[in-house]
């Protein structure tokens, strides 16, 4: 048996509360921990030999270590939410809905703590990471209200003798597969509403920063939800591609980049499952000539740099219609007054990027824009933080296109913005 063969944590979750800290959180470790999978309600050892390190990208400090789960783990984790599902299902759903509501109340009680493991492991401002965990915290609030939502329709004599009804069953093992921008909102946009609605479910948190997961679910756990339902593996690579086959695995939502989201789309698909993929998206603004100044400097500001540029609804691109002349001045000047430093210091507005590989990518990106002809009105590339000096950090930086006023450019930012010049109406 698998179980027997693998080292078990030194307590279930039912006990962890009695020890002082958090057996999931990988901020309390005096040494760098390795990561268990959560599978059948217990905390197990990866037998990998593999595993990864998760950095702090402010310090470059190893925070814990993350087992590449092996496809025997893989399989006992799908079998234990397999074996949970019948009796889960069947489970009234005001008693699913009645352990949402105590998920929010614990939700809320641990806030600095999940806020903190997030800006350890994942970079962002303590006030960032304090949203990222609110976001989700309103998803589980909606889940409260399952009942109404699992309604169902009845449409009496809807032909001679003929009356039609429908009913809204769980799936069965459904998955999720996160991105490692917003550690506790996607798990939580995802597990929350599955189970509540009578699914069991397997959640591959991000690598690069999966503590918050597993804080999230000993939470589920001390709500009540029953072994076996939620279930957590590690993994890159190999862990998705067996999460995109296993056929007892009847659904998928993810969340991430482009070429995952289009790998995962197809692969999963073709084994007849049910996939959400939301893909990689970076937003345009266009400024009109009207628009008013205060407001419109504040949002490029915010939208351009908030989150170090690390999210789906980051601001890349600006199109200033009728010229960015006007506009350049103030822009730069607000974006240069932002204080760059580690999420942990009180008043940093950025934070660093999430490794040294996407640094290095923000930077030759940069680069390459100033090549092809753009000129730089802020350059953040060669910012020093003092106190963290290797840390992950690029500045706001601020391109304006001068080839060809009539064209648009996209520029991939992480903590970065690129601003168009003038866009000629007509």
């Given at each position: 048996m698998l179980r027997s063969a693998l080292r078990r944590g030194a307590s279930s979750a039912?006990?962890?509360?009695?020890?002082?800290?958090?057996?999931?959180?990988?901020?309390?470790?005096?040494?760098?921990?390795?990561v268990r999978n959560l599978i059948g309600g217990e905390l197990l050892e990866s037998r990998s030999e593999t595993s990864i390190d998760v950095i702090n990208p402010a310090t470059q400090e190893v925070v814990s270590r993350v087992p590449l789960t092996t496809d025997e783990e893989f399989k006992a984790a799908v079998s234990a939410a397999k074996k949970a599902f019948p009796k889960w299902?069947?489970?009234?759903?005001?008693?699913r809905q009645r352990v949402m509501l105590k998920l929010q109340e614990l939700i809320r009680r641990d806030m600095d703590k999940l806020a903190m493991n997030i800006t350890t492991e994942q970079g962002k401002t303590l006030k960032d990471a304090q949203g990222d965990v609110f976001r989700g915290l309103e998803v589980v609030e909606h889940a409260c209200g399952m009942a109404t939502l699992q309604m169902g329709e009845y449409v009496s004599n809807v032909?001679?003798?003929?009356?039609?009804?429908?009913?809204?069953?769980?799936?069965g093992v459904c998955a999720g597969i996160c991105p490692f921008n917003f550690p506790a909102m996607i798990p939580l946009m995802v597990f929350p509403m599955a189970v509540t609605c009578g699914n069991t479910f397997i959640l591959k948190p991000s690598e690069k920063d999966p503590g918050a997961s597993m804080m999230l679910a000993e939470l589920a756990m001390e709500a009540g939800l029953p072994d076996g339902v939620l279930n957590i593996v590690h993994g890159t690579h190999d862990t998705v591609n067996n999460i995109c086959d296993d056929e007892d695995i009847k659904a998928i939502s993810f969340v991430g980049s482009n070429p995952a989201?289009?790998?995962?789309?197809?692969?999963?698909?073709?084994?007849?499952?049910?996939?959400?993929?939301n893909m990689g998206a970076k937003n345009h603004a266009?400024?009109?000539?009207?628009?008013?100044?205060?407001?419109?400097?504040?949002?490029?500001?915010?939208?351009?740099?908030?989150?170090?540029?690390?999210?789906?609804?980051?601001?890349?691109?600006?199109?200033f219609v009728g010229g960015s002349k006007p506009w350049e001045e103030e822009l730069t000047k607000r974006a240069s007054a932002?204080?760059?430093?580690?999420?942990?210091?009180?008043?940093?507005?950025?934070?660093?990027?999430?490794?040294?590989q996407a640094k290095d990518r923000i930077c030759s990106l940069i680069q390459s824009g100033i090549e092809s002809g753009a000129r730089i009105v802020l350059d953040g590339r060669n910012i020093v933080v003092p106190g963290y000096k290797d840390g992950n950090f690029?500045?706001?930086?601020?391109?304006?296109?001068?080839?060809?006023?009539?064209?648009?450019?996209?520029?991939?930012?992480?903590?970065?913005?690129?601003?168009?010049?003038?866009?000629?109406?007509g």
């Open positions: 039912r006990s962890l509360k009695s020890q002082g800290f958090s057996r999931f959180s990988t901020v309390a470790e005096a040494s760098p921990a390795r299902k069947n489970t009234p759903v005001t008693s032909s001679s003798g003929i009356d039609t009804y429908s009913i809204r069953e769980p799936l989201g289009m790998h995962i789309y197809a692969r999963a698909t073709a084994k007849g499952k049910r996939v959400q993929s266009v400024i009109m000539p009207d628009a008013g100044a205060e407001a419109t400097l504040n949002a490029l500001v915010a939208a351009g740099f908030g989150a170090a540029g690390q999210r789906c609804m980051a601001l890349s691109t600006a199109v932002l204080k760059v430093n580690a999420g942990v210091e009180p008043g940093t507005d950025l934070g660093p990027v999430i490794s040294k690029v500045g706001p930086t601020i391109l304006s296109d001068v080839t060809n006023d009539m064209e648009c450019y996209k520029f991939q930012t992480g903590g970065n913005f690129w601003s168009s010049s003038p866009l000629h109406a």
